[in-house]
Structures are given as structure tokens and as C-alpha cells.
């Protein structure tokens, strides 16, 4: 089969048979050269759905060439996590007292419904532009982006404007309204006067979680492959870890509301830390006769284990990022080396300060800061992040990144000139009997994601 030099040039770059970067589908049903079938049920799937899974892809493909995200990668479709975006056509929602809500799935010209899930809303929303269904596990979650809620969340200043008034302050005062995080392994977060972890409880069920997702891939291995007890194995071993992944997640949410809705605090600080290199694989070693060393692969293991599933080192700081904003305050990163070996009173800096993980005493002879141990190595951590915060933000080291957006879809019945089909102002559809009442039209802001 000859290929053209653009499908050449895409092949290389991602390393794989991916299809081209274009809204076209109708190569996923058919080989344009061979004209020979592919997937046979994809014919019965509405042509609406195809269009929106071929813009996704190419938000991915284009979002990885410039840098924003990673290359797109293929994954197997069973026992795995599915998404399905759909688009203002495809559905209708329908208001059942009670902030229950009810989303039809409609396709054809006569708008004939062929699914309809019942939701949950834990606020008042516009009819959205688009919702996204979900599965995890043997659930589904409705998603989408409320314009009126993101126009009530948006803080009037932007984030140089914050830094500036900021720095009308002087670098005591403002370092009394720094909060330092220090993130570790033992206790996730620990700021100057509190840490934030895991409750003891949730700790043990995800124990117990994880004794039953081996025991289940142990049966697994056992069964049939693509059999119907091998397909309900495989829906308890995604439910089990789906536990694991709502605990991690409610406590990124938390601990980051925890952090920005603190009325003393005007900067919260991070650690700069480079997350990907710190759960890089160790690399391998061999002897003079190529026989394998041990490499320390598996103490590894378990670090990189605390970092991702126990810490939510880089959720919380996302989270904490965009909350910050819609409060007036501001998020910064701060160079990490040796955070936990300074003495944050006269600065110097040695080993030997940090004599055991826990403690933390200075050695200088003039300072004997905390000989007596009052505070753990992890609170000396944060204290030494909130003044590095303080130092960059007056010596403007850091400066606000622009936030780049991949697709922005028009409000729904909105042509370009921002007036409805015909020249009508957007409203909702005629046939959307019982949905969602939309507010009063505001002016376009922009929106910022809220999930709902």
C-alpha cells in the first residue's frame, strides 16, 4: 500500500499507524485503498458522534505538536475507562425537581431518543454547549462546563494584577500571609502549622482494596479470555480501583480548598518538583559478565506508589492553582534544594541540621535554631518555601504563563456575530419541553471549566 508523504511524516513522529488530522471518519469504517471493512459496528454509531470523536482527535494531535500535550496514544477498549462527548444536537436535559436532572440521548431528524441518564446537580447551571458521559467502573458521570457559574467564580484582577498588589506590601507583612507546603512521603503536605493526609480509615480500605485486586487479577488470569466471567472479573477489578482513585482525588480537592480559603494567607507556595523524573525507572545494571545487578527497582517502586496515589503531589497543586484565582490569591513554585536543610532563621545550610527525617536542629553555634525540637523537619521545609515565595515574587522571578486554549465552542444557537440562527438572540430550543431554564445573557468573558 503506498502512502502519501504527510502520512509518512505523522507516522514517524508518533510512532505508529495513526490516521490523519482531519475531520474526516469515514476512513475508520472503510480503507480508502483497499475498500475493505474495518470495524463493522462503528456503522451503527450516529454520524454526529464520529464527527465529535474525529474534532477530539484532532485537539490531541494538534495540542502535541505544539507542545501542550502529550502525543495521543492508543489503548484497548475493554476494561477500560470510556468517554463520549456530545454536542448540543445529541441531547436534551430535562429538570425533575429536586436538582435531579435527566439527559436524553437524541439523534436522527426526529430527534429520537435512544438513551437517557439521570443525574445529580450539585449547583444551578445554564443548558451547557456540550456534555461529556463517563464510565468508571460500572458508573456513569455526566460532566459539563456551566458558563453562568464560571462568570460568578471569575475574581476581577488577573494574576499580574495580583502579583502587583501584592508587592505593595512589605516583605514581613506578606511573609505573615505566605503559606509554605512542603509535600513528602510520610505526611502528603505539611504547611508551618498543620498537616494534611489521608484519614486512618480510608488508609485501611485501601488495603483491603488492594489484597482484593490481586486476589481478583490472580482469577483473572485463570478465566477464559473474552468470556463472560472474564468481562465481570474485569468490571470488580476497575470498581475496586475506582475506590482508590476517588479517595486521591476528594483529598487533592480538599487539601487545596483547605489552603486557598484560609482568610490569613495571600500566596500559597509549592515545591518546584520535577514529578516525572522523580518516578522514572532506575536504569539497568549489569556486571562485567552482563549478568543483571540489582538496581533498587523495587524500594523504588514503593516510593513512586506514595508519590502518586498517596501524596497527589500534582493534583493538589493544579487544583490549588485555579482555585487561587477565583479568590484573588496567588500560587507559586519555588526552587526545592535543600528547603529541608536550612535554617530559616540565619540561612545556613548543612546535612547535619537534619540529623533524622523527623527532626531538624541548626548546627551553627551562633542560631541553635529549634534545639528543641519543636518543629518537624517538614515544618522548617515549609517555612524556608514561604520565604523563597516572598524573595521571588519582589525580584519578579516568576511571571504569569499565558494558558493557551485548543477548542472554544460557540454558545449554543450563536453564529459568529453572536446572534442566533436568523438572527435571533440564543435561547433555548423549542423542543427542550421541561429543561433546564437558562439565565439571563451575559457579556462573553470567557469561561473558565467548572465541573458540575
Same mark, same amino acid.
Given at each position: 500500500?503506498?502512502?502519501?508523504?504527510?502520512?509518512?511524516?505523522?507516522?514517524?513522529?508518533?510512532?505508529?499507524?495513526?490516521?490523519?488530522?482531519?475531520?474526516?471518519?469515514?476512513?475508520?469504517?472503510?480503507?480508502?485503498?483497499?475498500?475493505?471493512?474495518?470495524?463493522?459496528?462503528?456503522?451503527?454509531?450516529?454520524?454526529?458522534?464520529?464527527?465529535?470523536? =474525529?474534532? *477530539?482527535?484532532?485537539? =490531541?494531535?494538534?495540542?502535541?505538536?505544539?507542545? *501542550?500535550?502529550?502525543?495521543?496514544?492508543?489503548?484497548?477498549?475493554?476494561?477500560?475507562?470510556?468517554?463520549?462527548?456530545?454536542?448540543?444536537?445529541?441531547?436534551?436535559?430535562?429538570?425533575?425537581?429536586?436538582?435531579?436532572?435527566?439527559? +436524553?440521548?437524541?439523534?436522527?431528524?426526529?430527534?429520537?431518543?435512544?438513551?437517557?441518564?439521570?443525574?445529580?446537580?450539585?449547583?444551578?447551571?445554564?443548558?451547557?454547549?456540550?456534555?461529556?458521559?463517563?464510565?468508571?467502573? &460500572?458508573?456513569?458521570?455526566?460532566?459539563?462546563?456551566?458558563?453562568?457559574?464560571?462568570?460568578? +467564580?471569575?475574581?476581577?484582577?488577573?494574576?499580574?494584577?495580583?502579583?502587583?498588589? /501584592?508587592?505593595?506590601?512589605?516583605?514581613?507583612?506578606?511573609?505573615?500571609?505566605?503559606?509554605?507546603?512542603?509535600?513528602?512521603?510520610?505526611?502528603?503536605?505539611?504547611?508551618?502549622?498543620?498537616?494534611?493526609?489521608?484519614?486512618?480509615?480510608?488508609?485501611?480500605?485501601?488495603?483491603?482494596?488492594?489484597?482484593?485486586?490481586?486476589?481478583?487479577?490472580?482469577?483473572?488470569?485463570?478465566?477464559?479470555?473474552?468470556?463472560?466471567?472474564?468481562?465481570?472479573?474485569?468490571?470488580?477489578?476497575?470498581?475496586?480501583?475506582?475506590?482508590?482513585?476517588?479517595?486521591?482525588?476528594?483529598? =487533592?480537592?480538599?487539601?487545596?480548598?483547605?489552603?486557598?480559603? +484560609?482568610?490569613?494567607?495571600?500566596?500559597?507556595?509549592?515545591?518546584? /518538583?520535577?514529578?516525572?523524573?522523580?518516578?522514572?525507572?532506575?536504569?539497568?545494571?549489569?556486571?562485567? $559478565?552482563?549478568?543483571? *545487578?540489582?538496581?533498587?527497582? $523495587?524500594?523504588?517502586?514503593? *516510593?513512586?506508589?506514595?508519590?502518586?496515589?498517596?501524596?497527589?503531589?500534582?493534583?493538589?497543586?493544579?487544583?490549588?492553582?485555579?482555585?487561587?484565582?477565583?479568590?484573588?490569591?496567588?500560587?507559586?513554585?519555588?526552587?526545592?534544594?535543600? &528547603?529541608?536543610?536550612?535554617?530559616?532563621?540565619?540561612?545556613?545550610?548543612?546535612?547535619?541540621?537534619?540529623?533524622?527525617?523527623?527532626?531538624?536542629?541548626?548546627?551553627?553555634?551562633?542560631?541553635?535554631?529549634?534545639?528543641?525540637?519543636?518543629?518537624?523537619?517538614?515544618?522548617?521545609?515549609?517555612?524556608?518555601?514561604?520565604?523563597?515565595?516572598?524573595?521571588?515574587?519582589?525580584?519578579?522571578?516568576?511571571?504569569?504563563?499565558?494558558?493557551?486554549?485548543?477548542?472554544?465552542?460557540?454558545?449554543?444557537?450563536?453564529? &459568529?456575530?453572536?446572534?442566533?440562527?436568523?438572527?435571533?438572540?440564543?435561547?433555548?430550543?423549542?423542543?427542550?419541553?421541561?429543561?433546564?431554564?437558562?439565565?439571563?445573557?451575559?457579556?462573553?468573558?470567557?469561561?473558565?471549566?467548572?465541573?458540575?
Amino acid at each position: 500500500m503506498s502512502r502519501k508523504p504527510e502520512d509518512i511524516i505523522v507516522y514517524q513522529v508518533f510512532g505508529g499507524d495513526i490516521p490523519k488530522a482531519d475531520q474526516k471518519y469515514s476512513h475508520l469504517l472503510t480503507d480508502p485503498y483497499t475498500k475493505k471493512r474495518h470495524i463493522e459496528w462503528l456503522e451503527d454509531v450516529p454520524g454526529q458522534v464520529l464527527r465529535n470523536g =474525529a474534532v *477530539l482527535y484532532i485537539k =490531541a494531535v494538534s495540542g502535541a505538536k505544539s507542545g *501542550l500535550t502529550q502525543k495521543p496514544r492508543t489503548k484497548r477498549i475493554k476494561a477500560a475507562d470510556r468517554s463520549l462527548w456530545l454536542t448540543s444536537e445529541l441531547f436534551t436535559i430535562k429538570d425533575l425537581g429536586g436538582r435531579w436532572y435527566e439527559l +436524553n440521548f437524541v439523534v436522527g431528524k426526529y430527534r429520537r431518543r435512544v438513551a437517557r441518564i439521570r443525574f445529580k446537580a450539585h449547583r444551578s447551571f445554564e443548558m451547557p454547549n456540550s456534555v461529556h458521559v463517563k464510565t468508571k467502573g &460500572s458508573k456513569l458521570f455526566v460532566s459539563f462546563s456551566s458558563p453562568e457559574a464560571s462568570d460568578e +467564580n471569575r475574581f476581577p484582577e488577573t494574576e499580574d494584577e495580583i502579583r502587583a498588589r /501584592l508587592r505593595m506590601q512589605t516583605p514581613e507583612e506578606l511573609l505573615a500571609r505566605t503559606v509554605g507546603c512542603d509535600r513528602g512521603v510520610v505526611t502528603p503536605l505539611q504547611t508551618q502549622t498543620e498537616g494534611f493526609g489521608l484519614k486512618r480509615s480510608e488508609k485501611k480500605r485501601m488495603r483491603a482494596k488492594d489484597k482484593r485486586i490481586k486476589r481478583l487479577q490472580k482469577k483473572h488470569s485463570r478465566q477464559e479470555r473474552d468470556s463472560k466471567g472474564s468481562r465481570k472479573t474485569s468490571r470488580k477489578i476497575n470498581d475496586a480501583h475506582t475506590y482508590g482513585r476517588n479517595v486521591r482525588e476528594n483529598f =487533592a480537592h480538599q487539601t487545596s480548598h483547605a489552603l486557598v480559603s +484560609n482568610p490569613d494567607a495571600d500566596v500559597i507556595a509549592f515545591e518546584d /518538583l520535577k514529578i516525572k523524573n522523580m518516578m522514572a525507572a532506575p536504569k539497568p545494571k549489569y556486571d562485567e $559478565a552482563g549478568k543483571p *545487578l540489582p538496581n533498587g527497582r $523495587a524500594a523504588k517502586a514503593g *516510593l513512586h506508589k506514595a508519590i502518586q496515589y498517596e501524596g497527589m503531589w500534582g493534583r493538589t497543586l493544579t487544583y490549588a492553582q485555579y482555585k487561587a484565582l477565583r479568590h484573588g490569591k496567588l500560587v507559586v513554585t519555588v526552587p526545592a534544594a535543600y &528547603s529541608s536543610q536550612q535554617c530559616p532563621k540565619c540561612g545556613h545550610t548543612h546535612s547535619s541540621n537534619r540529623p533524622d527525617q523527623a527532626l531538624f536542629a541548626c548546627t551553627n553555634p551562633d542560631c541553635r535554631f529549634n534545639e528543641d525540637h519543636q518543629l518537624t523537619a517538614d515544618q522548617v521545609a515549609a517555612m524556608n518555601i514561604a520565604s523563597r515565595a516572598v524573595k521571588q515574587i519582589f525580584d519578579d522571578q516568576q511571571k504569569s504563563k499565558e494558558r493557551k486554549r485548543l477548542l472554544r465552542m460557540r454558545k449554543k444557537g450563536e453564529s &459568529s456575530d453572536g446572534q442566533g440562527r436568523g438572527g435571533t438572540p440564543r435561547s433555548m430550543r423549542a423542543d427542550d419541553v421541561g429543561a433546564a431554564k437558562p439565565a439571563e445573557p451575559k457579556p462573553d468573558t470567557g469561561n473558565l471549566p467548572v465541573s458540575t
